[in-house]
């Protein structure tokens, strides 16, 4: 299934720009490789155990709960709370 990071590169260039795509590859992009214009291949980045797209959604999960706290306030003293 191709979707809208992907670049199509036919397979004569692609065999000819390896690391050029690879470079892209590394840098987030997809790549699907094509013979007469259908594709048969597909270039994606090895998955790693910190890849940059898990780091930057827990970045955004974090600024999430960043927001909902500016949003609480306790009222009184919770040292004051009685235990139960």
Same mark, same amino acid.
């Given at each position: 299934?191709?979707? +809208?990071?992907?670049?199509?590169?036919?397979?004569?260039? *692609? !065999?000819?720009?390896?690391? $050029?795509?690879?470079? +892209?590859? $590394?840098? @987030? #992009?997809?790549? *699907?490789?094509?013979?007469?214009? !259908?594709?048969? *291949?597909?270039?994606?980045?090895?998955?790693?155990?910190?890849?940059?797209?898990?780091? #930057?959604?827990?970045?955004?999960?974090? #600024?999430? &709960?960043?927001? &909902? +706290?500016? +949003?609480?306030? &306790?009222? @009184?003293?919770? !040292? *004051?709370?009685? !235990?139960?």
């Amino acid at each position: 299934m191709l979707h +809208r990071n992907m670049i199509r590169v036919p397979l004569a260039q *692609a !065999k000819n720009r390896l690391s $050029e795509l690879i470079g +892209r590859v $590394e840098r @987030g #992009e997809t790549v *699907a490789v094509t013979r007469r214009g !259908k594709p048969v *291949a597909q270039l994606v980045g090895y998955p790693t155990d910190a890849s940059s797209q898990q780091r #930057e959604q827990v970045q955004q999960v974090f #600024e999430r &709960l960043r927001q &909902l +706290r500016s +949003r609480v306030s &306790l009222d @009184g003293n919770i !040292k *004051a709370t009685p !235990k139960a």
